[in-house]
């Protein structure tokens, strides 16, 4: 049988028939041993009435105290003679003398009758008792009856607690299974079968963190490597007619270079979502990391014609892995350049204050919508009506620049300057681990 629920039932129905037949014998054999207890310590009595009876008044006051002990107590008495005959009816009842129990224990049955058989001292009387049973088993039956069927509704009761908790946790693990990485099982109980749900549920979150980060690393490999591959091949056409070849090779140097440091970055960042142990933290300065992203991204200002104005004025130093900041710096930089009108300026200014390092980045592009601004630091999302779509971007540059500061448990929002759009970038000075966002 497949199914647990009624493989459950069938146990517990099997169980209770088991249980009713073994108490009905047993009961039956407690109402014998009752009935000979009851009716063993009245027969030595009566016998002895009925024989000073018979001698007394002969057969007819014999028949007349064994209707009336008849009438009075349960079963019909006969009181013979030696050899059987019946003293009031003269009926042969011989045959019921081999009846007669010694030793104690259940008495005989005679047509669902007990049968007590007593002699006087002398054996010249003997009483036979046909007796009724005193307990009714078959008056029990509804009894019976009642508590099978609320045995038998506990036990499907108890199928369902069982059941439908595995049902569910087979429902999780085959969505699961079939992709939706969002599958949970909702477990509040605190016996194995809610360890198991959790212990499906922590597994599923292992998974798809590790899933989510893969497909984020080859999301990030495909948006980040095209700009510095843009560089690249904006230097290369340009060494051919460079007033210094030296400084458009070491240019070309530098990019292919940074395109090695960005491989190992995308790497570093997800393989710190899957696992925060594996990080690498030291302490580094804040003022020359953004000098160094400003220089990286004024060649490509240039070639837009954008501007780039720094007011750098932190003297803090962080605890964190410094390219991770520098790549969301220069992710949120690029992102300002790239919407900026020609000759226009982007401001990036640097500054501490309450503990923290705040890093704003203003352009004058045309903004975000009010109702969108919490939205792009969301993976692949972009603002049409606002965002030129044929600049290239996919919409996840902003994205890894939220996942790198929230690595380093800092802050990142943007809000819009009519015209333009400004995004700050806070940090904690004080160090800290880090953890997944």
């Known amino acids: 049988m497949k199914s647990l629920q009624w493989r459950i039932v069938l146990i517990f129905t099997f169980a209770l028939l088991c249980s009713s037949f073994a108490m009905w014998k047993i009961s039956d054999r407690i109402s014998h041993e009752a009935t000979g207890d009851f009716f063993r310590g009245s027969v030595d009595l009566e016998l002895e009435q009925a024989t000073r009876m018979y001698e007394e008044g002969g057969s007819h006051a014999l028949g007349v105290y064994l209707s009336e002990t008849n009438a ?16 009031v009816s003269g009926v042969d009842r011989s045959n019921m003398l081999s009846l007669e129990k010694g030793p104690p224990g259940p008495p005989p049955k005679v047509n669902g009758q007990f049968v007590f058989v007593k002699s006087s001292a002398d054996r010249r009387y003997h009483l036979i008792l046909f007796a009724p049973p005193p307990i009714k088993m078959a008056r029990f039956i509804p009894y019976f009856v009642s508590v099978a069927l609320a045995i038998i509704l506990l036990g499907w009761i108890l199928s369902i607690g069982i059941v439908s908790p595995l049902h569910r946790l087979a429902g999780a693990v085959d969505r699961f299974g079939r992709g939706d990485l969002s599958a949970r099982v909702a477990m509040t109980r605190r016996d194995e079968i809610g360890d198991v749900g959790r212990s499906f549920n922590s597994m599923a979150d292992r998974i798809e963190t590790l899933l989510t980060a893969e497909r984020r690393l080859l999301q990030d490999v ?23 070849p030296d ?63 720094s007011s750098l004025n932190s003297i803090a130093r962080l605890e964190g892995n410094p390219e991770l900041v520098r790549r969301a710096i220069e992710n949120v930089l690029r992102n300002s350049i790239r919407y900026s009108g020609n000759g226009a300026a982007v401001q990036v200014n640097a500054s501490d204050a309450g503990g923290s390092t705040t890093i704003t980045v203003s352009d004058s592009g045309p903004g975000v919508p009010e109702e969108m601004l919490s939205r792009i630091f969301d993976p692949f999302f972009r603002v049409e009506a606002s965002r030129e779509t044929t600049s290239g971007g996919v919409g996840l540059g902003l994205s890894i620049a939220r996942r790198s500061v929230l690595l380093h448990h800092g802050q990142i929002a943007a809000r819009n300057l009519s015209p333009g759009l400004q995004v700050t970038i806070s940090l904690p000075i004080s160090p800290g681990p880090i953890s997944p966002g």
């Open 222 to 244: 495909s948006h980040e490597l095209r700009s510095p591959l843009a560089r690249l091949s904006f230097a290369a056409e340009l060494m051919g007619s460079a007033a210094d």
């Open 72 to 87: 009075a107590l349960p079963g019909v008495r006969y009181l013979t003679d030696a050899s059987g005959r019946d003293l």
């Open 247 to 309: 400084a458009a090779l070491d240019r070309m140097r530098r990019e292919i270079m940074r395109l090695s440091q960005l491989i190992a970055t995308l790497l570093e960042v997800t393989s710190i979502e899957g696992d925060p142990s594996s990080r690498e933290t030291q302490s580094f300065s804040v003022t020359p990391l953004v000098e160094e992203v400003v220089s990286d991204c004024a060649f490509e200002a240039e070639s837009r014609g954008v501007r780039i104005e």
